[in-house]
């Protein structure tokens, strides 16, 4: 049986950007893709703002298959994922040719659009269900037997088919947060199961370095102060959801402006006060433990601080 061809226009946009590789991501990249060769689902675990859903884009995008994308949250129905029922069609024939004689005959058809579930599997995408764990239990439970079995189930009977069997080149790759987070539900022992978990803890500061370089256009050297920066309130401040992603938008607002990572310059701190102040207050609930928290930290930067070196990423499969 022929397989269709894969529109052009389902294709996500990759926004083509610089890269940073090291030896750690490298490894974790070329051992997810052998797995997914291997037709086994890849889940990425980590706190938010390291980068799960970058790494996962990457890893999807170097499978060369077009790539479909899915953000979970608790809206989201089983609808959602494999497809709906979206109009009727009524047709009426009357016959009167025999003027004595009225024949009416009624057809009707249900049309039905796969969701994008049942599309990635139907066309051989790569998709990837980004923070799919703050999907209900009720949605995501149509993805056992994907899985496992590479089959979708149709309960409806509008759907015109019971099942769905995947396309050769079909790939899933999930992200998700700890459970711990707000708005996450606990994904199912039944569904880990079935996939290979990355648990990422944390990058070295050396790799979060490279990436704000990279991703922002700053030096090395500069990247470097940025990251210890982020991590220095960090540690100051536990509960501080400052992450990679606050150094990153540190880093793009200040090559944007022009402004120099110095400690000194009255243009750089408002940025980072900016920047910082918000998330360091949710962290701690105190605007006063917040200026102290970053005066401390600005203090260290201007002493020339080495990178804080948190506990290195944790890769488990």
Same mark, same amino acid.
Request: proline share 6%; aromatic share 4%; with cysteine.
């Given at each position: 049986?022929?397989?269709?061809?894969?529109?052009?226009?389902?294709?996500?946009?990759?926004?083509?950007?610089?890269?940073?590789?090291?030896?750690?991501? @490298?490894?974790?990249?070329?051992?997810?893709?052998?797995?997914?060769?291997?037709?086994?689902?890849?889940?990425?675990?980590?706190?938010?703002?390291?980068? !799960?859903?970058?790494?996962?884009?990457?890893?999807?995008?170097?499978?060369?298959?077009?790539?479909?994308?899915?953000?979970?949250?608790?809206?989201?129905?089983?609808?959602?994922?494999?497809?709906?029922?979206?109009?009727?069609?009524?047709?009426?024939?009357?016959?009167?040719?025999?003027?004595?004689?009225?024949?009416?005959?009624?057809?009707?058809?249900?049309?039905?659009?796969?969701?994008?579930?049942?599309?990635?599997?139907?066309?051989?995408?790569?998709?990837?269900?980004?923070?799919?764990?703050?999907?209900?239990?009720?949605?995501?439970?149509?993805?056992?037997?994907?899985?496992?079995?590479? *089959?979708?189930?149709?309960?409806?009977?509008?759907?015109?088919?019971?099942?769905?069997?995947?396309?050769?080149?079909?790939?899933?790759?999930?992200?998700?947060?700890?459970?711990?987070?707000?708005?996450?539900?606990?994904?199912?022992?039944?569904?880990?199961?079935?996939?290979?978990?990355?648990?990422?803890?944390?990058?070295?500061?050396?790799?979060?370095?490279?990436? @704000?370089?990279?991703?922002?256009?700053?030096?090395?050297? !500069?990247?470097?102060?940025?990251?210890?920066?982020?991590?220095?309130?960090?540690?100051?401040?536990?509960?501080?959801?400052?992450?990679?992603?606050?150094?990153?938008?540190?880093?793009?607002?200040?090559?944007?402006? !022009?402004?120099?990572?110095?400690?000194?310059?009255?243009?750089?701190?408002?940025?980072?006060?900016? *920047?910082?102040?918000?998330?360091?207050?949710?962290?701690?609930?105190?605007?006063?433990?917040?200026?102290?928290?970053? !005066?401390?930290?600005?203090?260290?930067?201007?002493?020339?601080?080495?990178?804080?070196?948190?506990?290195?990423?944790?890769?488990?499969?």
């Amino acid at each position: 049986m022929a397989q269709p061809e894969c529109p052009a226009d389902f294709r996500l946009p990759m926004q083509e950007r610089p890269l940073f590789e090291d030896d750690e991501i @490298v490894s974790l990249q070329s051992r997810a893709m052998a797995y997914l060769a291997a037709d086994v689902p890849v889940h990425l675990r980590g706190p938010a703002g390291m980068g !799960k859903t970058t790494l996962a884009l990457r890893i999807a995008g170097r499978l060369g298959r077009p790539v479909s994308f899915l953000t979970g949250d608790r809206w989201l129905t089983r609808e959602d994922l494999v497809g709906r029922e979206i109009g009727r069609i009524s047709r009426q024939t009357v016959d009167a040719y025999v003027s004595r004689v009225r024949r009416t005959e009624t057809q009707e058809r249900t049309d039905w659009q796969d969701a994008i579930l049942a599309d990635a599997m139907r066309l051989g995408h790569t998709l990837v269900y980004d923070e799919f764990t703050r999907a209900p239990p009720t949605a995501n439970a149509v993805l056992l037997p994907v899985l496992e079995e590479r *089959v979708l189930v149709f309960h409806d009977a509008r759907a015109g088919r019971q099942r769905l069997e995947a396309h050769p080149d079909f790939r899933m790759l999930l992200t998700s947060n700890p459970h711990e987070y707000v708005g996450v539900e606990h994904p199912p022992d039944a569904l880990i199961d079935r996939v290979v978990t990355f648990d990422l803890d944390g990058m070295p500061a050396e790799t979060e370095s490279g990436i @704000v370089a990279a991703r922002t256009g700053l030096d090395r050297a !500069k990247a470097a102060q940025l990251v210890t920066l982020v991590r220095s309130l960090r540690r100051i401040l536990p509960g501080t959801p400052a992450s990679l992603r606050t150094a990153l938008l540190l880093g793009r607002l200040l090559a944007a402006q !022009k402004v120099e990572v110095d400690a000194r310059d009255s243009r750089f701190v408002q940025i980072c006060v900016d *920047v910082l102040r918000s998330r360091s207050v949710r962290g701690s609930g105190s605007a006063d433990g917040f200026e102290a928290a970053l !005066k401390t930290a600005l203090d260290g930067l201007r002493a020339g601080d080495a990178p804080a070196s948190d506990a290195p990423m944790q890769v488990a499969s």
